[in-house]
């Protein structure tokens, strides 16, 4: 019996580096949407690509769910592992909030800021998915908790650039609806990178249990 169900426990490490794969290819589409704004035959495409990956996310976190539902054995806590998915689910919804407010508001230009928020949730999610693929591997968790850290201080470095992005935006912007529009986005952009460190909570605690 525990020999049929032991290589269910691998399936799940699948399914998260599946997930987090989609999550980094979301976020580089969007660091393209933000670098290449202007080019408006590419914008479509890079939203598209992003809604693609959003849909596949989802199927994998159904996936995952159902997969915990009927698994007896499980890599490590049950909530832990249904908190790892919906998290990392919830960057790739971010990213897709991102993209679609910029073509919704019709924003017409955006600012350095903006592409280097939109560049640190890149690096943020790149990180996130080395964390989650050495998951499978506690012997070297402190490798695993060092990315956390680094997760960590990515996201401050948002939340800096977000900070010094909105300061400029109310002192030098006089077109209001631009004003509001990037706003909106600054604080998305910022988002995704809290979802990150979110997703590194859920790992630092897998691996301070089970290491």
């Not at 580089?28 to 959003?54: C, F």
């Not at 009927?70 to 689910?89: A, C, G, K």
Request: include cysteine; charge should be negative; aromatic fraction near 4%.
């Amino acid at each position: 019996m525990l020999g049929r169900l032991m290589p269910r426990e691998g399936r799940f490490f699948d399914l998260f580096n599946q997930h987090a794969a989609l999550v980094v290819k979301g976020s580089h589409e969007l660091a393209e949407l933000m670098a290449n704004y202007s080019d408006l035959g590419a914008r479509q495409k890079h939203v598209d690509a992003i809604d693609a990956a959003e849909r596949a996310a989802d199927k994998i976190t159904r996936e995952t769910v159902l997969l915990l539902r009927q698994s007896f054995v499980t890599p490590f806590d049950r909530d832990e592992i249904h908190q790892l998915i919906t998290r990392l689910d919830d960057i790739l919804d971010l990213i897709q909030d991102v993209a679609e407010s910029a073509m919704l508001f019709d924003l017409q230009r955006v600012t350095p800021e903006a592409r280097q928020l939109a560049d640190l949730s890149r690096m943020c999610t790149d990180r996130v998915a080395d964390a989650v693929r050495l998951l499978a591997n506690m012997d070297d968790a402190q490798h695993t908790l060092k990315i956390c850290q680094q997760i960590d201080q990515i996201e401050s470095d948002a939340d800096r650039v977000m900070r010094s992005g909105m300061s400029k935006l109310f002192r030098d912007e006089t077109d209001v609806r631009q004003l509001i529009k990037l706003k909106a986005i600054y604080e998305q952009l910022e988002a995704v990178t809290d979802r990150c460190e979110d997703v590194a909570n859920v790992i630092e605690g897998v691996v301070l249990e089970n290491a």
